[in-house]
């Protein structure tokens, strides 16, 4: 093994931006320079097996330091090697490890089948006009690795994981069902940028248990647009340990039990969407989240029995600019967490007390 002792002005951030990014370093966090005596060490650095050599975009070499016994290696060739994307923003000291941008496969789908086989990464499914019945195809793994089937009381529902990067659209004329009624019609489980546009969702029979249309987990950029959520799996959305959620122009209604819980979130909103006809205890929780929005909504002839809006240990939460008409709750809110902004009131249980 090669060493070469050296000594030169050494900053954690000068390693990081300069020699971990593998690129020049133009401006350090603020910070103080001292010396230190590193080791310039030729290593030898594989990748699944495979000999990598970290160089400069003009080909010089770039060889791993020792510094205090620990082994600073190129960030960026190796971020690289590993197929992401790692920058540098100088303005903020920040460095960024991304999944690469890359076009998404186009794939138009007409069956359950051919629904469930397209579920991945990097892909933008299309929906012919038609019904999806993804129970009859229940135990079948005919997707990729990123498709599973978990057990619930009454079948099975189907769980999507890991998947970066995809866009479901139908066009308004297609429609996905499943038969269980304890399960979820699609559960995402650590998914980042999905996209849902112009899809109607639900299930085939009425249900008072668990389970719903769209559940997120441990996700992060979600867009759904003008898509419909019918009950009968008791809710529209569960979202819990998510972030950057976000629905515009969509519906939900005629759900058994609330219209969504959302939970461990941050950065939740809905946009110009319509919640109508939907029962049970409540009709929005949130708990531990920050960040919860909904503005220019619509809620229409819903009923429950506890507050409307079940709220507990959340900041940031505002109803702003949202139309109440019909509804029925024993109050308004629990938890007294609400920012409420040109609300209009019309007929419901608790206008008295949502207005002041």
């Not at 069956?111 to 299309?126: K, P, Q």
């Not at 009950?231 to 979202?239: D, W, Y």
Request: with cysteine; aromatic share 10%; proline share 3%.
């Amino acid at each position: 093994m090669k060493t070469k002792r050296f000594g030169t002005p050494f900053l954690a951030a000068l390693v990081l931006s300069a020699f971990v990014l593998g690129a020049g370093f133009h401006s350090a966090a603020e910070g103080v320079y001292k010396t230190v005596e590193a080791l310039m060490m030729d290593l030898v650095i594989t990748v699944n097996g495979r000999e990598i050599h970290p160089q400069e975009a003009d080909g010089t070499p770039l060889v791993p330091l020792v510094y205090k016994n620990r082994t600073y290696l190129p960030l960026r060739a190796l971020g690289e090697a590993l197929g992401k994307t790692v920058t540098w923003d100088g303005d903020s000291s920040t460095i960024s490890i991304t999944e690469p941008v890359t076009e998404p496969e186009e794939i138009t789908v007409s069956t359950a089948a051919e629904l469930v086989a397209a579920f991945g990464s990097n892909r933008r499914i299309t929906l012919k006009e038609g019904v999806y019945n993804l129970s009859a195809l229940e135990g079948q793994y005919i997707g990729g690795g990123n498709v599973s089937w978990r057990e619930v009381y009454d079948g099975s529902e189907l769980v999507l994981s890991d998947i970066h990067n995809m866009e479901l659209i139908g066009g308004g004329k297609a429609e996905i069902v499943v038969s269980p009624r304890y399960s979820y019609v699609l559960g995402f489980e650590n998914c980042g940028n999905i996209a849902i546009s112009g899809v109607t969702a639900g299930h085939t029979k009425g249900g008072e248990c668990v389970g719903g249309v769209f559940a997120f987990d441990a996700c992060a950029k979600i867009s759904l647009e003008n898509t419909k959520m019918y009950g009968c799996g008791t809710e529209g959305l569960c979202i819990s340990n998510t972030s950057d959620f976000k629905a515009v122009s969509c519906e939900i209604y005629e759900c058994t039990y609330d219209i969504m819980v959302v939970s461990d979130s941050k950065d939740i909103s809905f946009d110009n969407c319509l919640f109508r006809d939907n029962r049970g205890f409540w009709m929005v929780s949130a708990d531990d989240t920050s960040g919860f929005t909904m503005t220019g909504c619509q809620f229409l002839r819903n009923r429950c029995t506890d507050p409307f809006f079940m709220i507990f240990s959340c900041e940031n939460v505002k109803v702003e600019n949202n139309t109440f008409r019909d509804n029925t709750a024993s109050a308004f809110e629990t938890g007294g967490m609400i920012k409420r902004e040109n609300n209009t009131f019309s007929n419901n249980s608790f206008d008295s007390a949502a207005k002041k």
